[in-house]
């Protein structure tokens, strides 16, 4: 019950600088706050220790040895034919790009500048030349 309503109060009031956020912040720090851990058979809290334990953790872990090398001599890829090869590597065509742009919903965004499909759509006839130039570029 107690969660629940925790929930309908950050519905209500969310990211809102409120007593209820600061106090979500400082329960959610201390829940995840490391305080010590076990090194070699010892209990060590001293932060410092801690940092260092942890450091040294993660690196061991993550150290590229010989056993993580992989062998893909008997593995088979799949390849692309030379006729799809021919498709990939020929010019888009200005009809094409026009035909997915007006295919594309009109709230969409294809990046995060803010400009959805309606935008792009209805100044095409400013910026479709820009647009196709960029598009050819690649």
Do not use: H
């Amino acid at each position: 019950m107690v969660r629940q309503k925790a929930r309908v109060e950050w519905l209500k009031t969310g990211d809102t600088n409120s007593k209820f956020y600061q106090s979500r912040l400082r329960w959610r720090r201390a829940k995840s706050e490391i305080v010590g851990l076990w090194s070699d058979g010892v209990w060590c809290e001293e932060p410092a220790s801690v940092k260092s334990q942890v450091k040294r953790y993660f690196e061991s872990r993550f150290e590229i040895g010989e056993k993580c090398m992989l062998n893909l001599d008997r593995v088979c890829f799949k390849s692309v034919t030379s006729t799809y090869n021919d498709i990939l590597y020929s010019n888009i065509s200005v009809m094409e790009i026009l035909d997915v742009v007006s295919q594309c919903e009109s709230t969409k965004c294809p990046s995060p500048d803010g400009y959805n499909f309606s935008f792009v759509k209805k100044n095409w006839d400013v910026i479709g030349d820009d647009i196709v130039r960029a598009i050819m570029s690649f």
